[in-house]
C-alpha cells in the first residue's frame, strides 16, 4: 500500500499533500473548510481524467439533426447530469469532426454553461461580457439577444480576444476593466466572469496547483473587486450583473461580493433560489439542489463539473429606495 512508504518522521499533512498530489497549504485550508473528508474527496477528483463536455450550437438544422450527424462520425455522446442543453462525450473525437470546425460544437464544462444561464439574457437585452475570452458565454449569450440585442465581447489580452468570432450582433472590445470602462450606453446585462486562481479546474489544469500561492488568491480578490466596481458603473438601473470564477476560494467568492455590497449600496443580491422558476426549465430535475443556494456552487467531486461560483446582483432602479 502507498501508507507504507511514509516516512515515520513525516508529518500526516505532509503526507497527504504527497498521497493526493496537492501542495500542502491548499489540502489544509480546504481540510480547515469542507472537513478532512471532503477536502480528500475533493483531492481525489481532481486527479481523475475530466470529461468532455459540449454544447450544441446549430445554426442549420436542429440539436436532433446534429446528434445523428455526431452519430454518424462515430461520436458517442449522453446527455449533461444537470443542463438540457449540455452533452457528455462518451466515445471519440469531435475536434475532427466538420460540426466542430463550424461551431456548431462548443467545448465547454457544464458548470461554465450554466453561468449565462443566470445572466437571464432576453431578446434585444445589450450585453456586456467583461472578461469574455475564450468567448463560449459570449457567443451563448448573443444567440439569446437575438439580432436586436448587442453583446460586447471585452478582454485585456488582444490574441484571445481575436479567437471569439466577431460577428452579427457580437462586438469585440479590447481594454482593461480594472480602469473606467469607456462606454456611453448602459447595458441590461453584464457578466463578469473574472480572472480567478482556477482551483475549481484542477482536473484540466493540473499545473495550476504548483505555482499557485496564497499571496496569489487575495491579490486576484482584489483585482476581482475592481472589475466589479467598474462593470457596476456601466450597468442600468433595474439590471442584473453576474460575478463568477472557477475557484473554490472563499476570498474570491463570498468575500468579494460580500465587499461589492457594502460599497455598492445600489445593488442587491439576488439569490439562486429566488430565480430557481426561471431556471428550471433549463435544468433536469437532477439540478434542482443545486439552485436551492444562494449562488450557484458547483464541486468536481460532489457533482463531476468543474468547480465554479456564480452571484446574481440587481441594479435597484432610479425610482427604487435603497436599503
Known amino acids: 500500500e502507498l501508507a507504507s512508504l511514509r516516512p515515520p518522521s513525516m508529518p500526516e499533512s505532509e503526507w497527504l499533500a504527497v498521497e493526493y498530489s496537492h501542495p500542502r497549504w491548499l489540502l489544509e485550508r480546504w481540510v480547515a473548510r469542507y472537513g478532512r473528508p471532503a477536502a480528500l474527496e475533493l483531492a481525489r477528483a481532481n486527479n481523475q481524467v475530466p470529461a468532455t463536455f459540449l454544447r450544441l450550437n446549430p445554426t442549420g438544422g436542429t440539436e436532433a439533426e446534429l446528434e445523428e450527424h455526431l452519430r454518424h462520425e462515430e461520436i458517442e455522446i449522453r446527455p449533461g447530469k444537470f443542463l438540457k442543453q449540455c452533452r457528455a462525450v462518451v466515445h471519440g473525437n469531435v475536434t475532427r469532426t466538420e460540426a466542430y470546425r463550424r461551431g456548431e460544437i462548443v467545448l465547454q464544462d457544464e458548470a461554465s454553461q450554466m453561468v449565462a444561464h443566470l445572466v437571464d439574457v432576453q ?51 479590447l481594454l482593461d476593466g480594472r480602469q473606467p470602462l469607456p462606454f456611453g450606453m448602459a447595458f441590461d446585462r453584464i457578466l463578469v466572469d473574472a480572472p480567478c486562481s482556477g482551483t475549481g479546474t484542477l482536473r484540466r489544469h493540473p499545473e495550476i496547483k504548483w505555482r499557485l500561492t496564497l499571496d496569489d488568491v487575495q491579490s486576484l480578490a482584489e483585482k476581482q473587486l475592481q472589475l466589479l466596481g467598474n462593470a457596476a458603473a456601466v450597468l442600468s438601473g433595474g439590471g442584473r450583473m453576474v460575478y463568477s470564477t472557477c475557484s473554490l476560494e472563499e476570498e474570491e467568492n463570498q468575500g468579494v461580493v460580500g465587499k461589492f455590497l457594502a460599497c455598492h449600496p445600489e445593488f442587491r443580491l439576488l439569490p439562486l433560489r429566488a430565480d430557481a422558476a426561471r431556471l428550471q426549465p433549463f435544468f433536469h430535475p437532477s439540478g434542482s439542489s443545486i439552485l436551492e443556494a444562494d449562488f450557484l456552487e458547483t464541486s468536481p467531486a460532489r457533482d463531476g463539473a468543474d468547480g465554479f461560483f456564480a452571484a446574481i446582483f440587481l441594479k435597484l432602479a432610479e425610482s427604487e429606495p435603497r436599503a
Open 123 to 173: 431578446e434585444g437585452c445589450r450585453v456586456m461580457d467583461l472578461c469574455a475570452a475564450p468567448g463560449n458565454k459570449s457567443l451563448q449569450m448573443a444567440r439569446w439577444a437575438g439580432r436586436a440585442g448587442l453583446v460586447v465581447a471585452c478582454d485585456i489580452h488582444f490574441h484571445r480576444l481575436a479567437a471569439v468570432p466577431g460577428l452579427g450582433n457580437l462586438r469585440r472590445v
